[in-house]
């Protein structure tokens, strides 16, 4: 079970890392610069820019928005791989061998999941870093100015709000492609279709959970 | 010995089998024949315990079935080893991994004592050289010996096959065949064999059990079955002009 576990770990969380940072780094400069190019007023402090970008990546962008686009691509390889195993009868070999294969399949896609909180660390400091490179080169605001903002006001409660559901976001990744992986039906088109499905679930339910935990971390 | 009594099985209103009863021999390969649509692997099914019959019963070695506690079905489904249509290897996983598959979850061998016992198997196969390749890079049949080699490494008491030819040159299907065979002698194991293949049948039918719509229509051997006036057996066989022109041969001699 550990070398399962550090298959998925090595495909799923090590293999998402290059992506997330990518887009988390160009993503938080765009958002800065946003935020810059539409500040009109001069009665707005500078140090805003830094304090829009941190909220925006810390609260919305690195959890639920990377937690959508890992479902492209996480969820996607869950639902298509299990569906591949169940089209090719590699999951009635392993009920027949005796081996549980819920347990086997999904049990180390749950653990490795848990890791998602890793990658979300990168996103966040990328998507500020971003930030704050995109300000300075592109000349919207001062290095001092953006690293007050990064300050400005911290409130460790947002942190631990982006991890909760991080974390609830990661166990949903794991286990709604795995439901549609593992119950398909029919040929190598039906694997297309449920990884589809399931991508489309899974983005509707990290969208509608969001909701109801942002209400219930904030009331 | 597998002796199975009365089994019915529907799904949602339309029965697939009805009220089979036969018995499968120790050390003997034991083919289970019919058109496509006739109840082949429904029953295969029912037999691995992947679909529970409506009625009947199933005896592995006088030990019913549905009488078993969940523990001793864990322990029948160890002695069982199941070579799948499409072979169902595991695709990132080599030959040898595949083979070694099972022990690695179901005992608790030292890694040294089934690397030999798995290689023991590949070699039997006539596998040794590609054992480190994946299944994609073997062809069609040596995947078929692949699967062999990883339904018998654990020495089951019982070996099902569901076509384990199908898919394959006519020699390459004759190997396989003569390969079950012998691995069926060797450990002396109760095989239960899915198929419409009539070389199959010529080959290795020591005993047969023909199916039509879900009944037992015939049951014989390959001995037999050119001598049989049984319509629906004369019509499965004889569909064929080759077998037409074997047939008057066979009856000429």
Redesign the interface.
Known sequence: MYGLVMKEIQDMILGSLGIVCFLSFFVGGVVSMQTALNIDSSFMPENLVGFATRQSIILEFSPTFMAIILTGKVGSYITSSIG?MRV???I??L?????NSVN?LVFPKLIAMTLLPIVIIFSMFLGIFGGWAATIYGGYSSSSAFVEGIQLGFNSYHVVYAFVKTFLFAMILATIPSYHGYYMKGGALDVGRASTVSFVWCSVVIIVVNYFITQLFFP | MIRIEKIHKQFDGTAVLKGISTEFKKGKTNLVIGQSGSGKTVLLKVLLGLFRPNSGEIYFDNSSFSSMSEDEHRVLRREIGMVFQGSALFDSMSVVENVLFPMRMLTKFSEAEMIDQAEAVIERVNLIDARHKLPTEISGGMQKRVAIARAVVMRPKYLFCDEPNSGLDPKTAIVIDNLIQELTKEYDITTVINSHDMNSVMEIGETILFLKDGNKAWEGSNKNIFKTDNEAVTDFIYSSNLFKKVRKLYLND
């Open positions: 591949t090719t009868e590699q009635d070999a009920e027949v061998m005796g081996i086997f």
